[in-house]
């Protein structure tokens, strides 16, 4: 959910992950999120891989990511309850990311909403944030969601990425 420049996603997708990667269409303050967010992908794809990308029928990108069996699709996607939603996306998924997404507090009940719609019974998501203390109100946002409850781990960053920095304060969570 909102990829950005697509690092996170052509990363994924190289380690053979089918990724649909999101990111809000049209324009505005920022320009157009979904075309950047393509363009971004295509080209980091390419450049890895020193050639073209590969775009199928469903128009997923691939270039050089045949032996892990990974793609990429860009989608637009705007959060909240409203028709932004793909039939796909609605159907729910088996691992969502959300990276550096809970610091904007007016978009928490959206991406709330979005995310009890992403994902399927059974699934897991991940979110990773920067020390920002604001954003721990994403949690409260989830705990009180009328969807299905969610189960909230906090999991020790710096071991599992193998940081070594103090300066850095980063955050991740699983539910």
Known sequence: LGAGMGHL????SRLGA?????????????GDGLAALAAWSRR????RDGGGVAVGDDGRLSAGLA?????????????GSGDGL?????????VVVLS?????????GALVDTLGRALQPGAVAYCVFCDRPFSQLFFVELADAEGPPYEVEAVEPRELLGMDTEHEELHLHRF
Do not use: I, M, Q
């Open 18 to 30: 089918t990724v649909d990667a999101t990111e809000a269409g049209g324009s505005n303050s920022t």
């Open 100 to 108: 550096e997404l809970v610091f904007e507090e007016e978009l928490h």
């Open 86 to 94: 793909s039939r796909d996306f609605e159907e729910g998924y088996d």
């Open 44 to 47: 980091l794809l390419a450049e």
């Open 67 to 79: 032996a892990h069996g990974g793609t990429l699709c860009t989608r637009e996607l705007w959060w």
């Open 9 to 12: 996603s052509v990363g994924l």
